[in-house]
């Protein structure tokens, strides 16, 4: 009867040794102070960014607003401005290189990057994972740049 009485006891040391060894590796403590959230990225809201990127010879600007809820970004609206001719770069923009075939190629590709960079960043939540599209090079930087304005705004 000893011999079982010491045997449970120890079986249920055991056990206790073995539960709490388990606890102590999974506990973690986070440390918030108010109502921060220590494990949030970004705030809610609608942040913008505005850049030029590395063409600043050229008259464009690119401005990308972010709208973000619960660490998600939801909404991402992105374009570019002649500030000289004060239009929009947009599917109609290639009308002031009239007979330059390569320039209007050029400016169809860019419209094609206005258009799908946004909808990249909402599908992947991530600027480093959206990739630029083949002839849609400076639309990817100026966008790339405006959007890491706005998402450091976001911080």
């Not at 990308?64 to 992105?78: G, Q």
């Not at 990249?120 to 100026?142: F, P, R």
Request: net charge neutral.
């Amino acid at each position: 009867m000893e011999r079982s009485v010491v045997i449970l006891k120890s079986i249920v040391f055991g056990l206790i040794i073995l539960a709490s060894s388990f606890y102590s590796g999974r506990e973690r403590t986070l440390n918030v102070s108010g109502d921060q959230d220590t494990l949030r990225k970004y705030q809610d809201g609608t942040f913008s960014g505005q850049s030029r990127y590395r063409y600043t010879d050229e008259p464009y600007w690119g401005t990308v607003s972010v709208t973000i809820k619960n660490d998600l970004i939801t909404n991402v609206f992105f374009s570019i401005r002649d500030s000289a001719l004060h239009e929009p770069f947009d599917s109609i923009y290639e009308k002031h290189f009239q007979g330059n075939d390569l320039y209007i190629q050029q400016c169809r590709n860019d419209w094609k990057g206005v258009q799908s960079y946004p909808d990249s960043l909402i599908k992947y939540q991530d600027l480093s994972k959206v990739d630029a599209i083949s002839g849609a090079t400076w639309a990817y930087n100026i966008f790339k740049a405006s959007a890491e304005i706005a998402l450091e705004k976001a911080k």
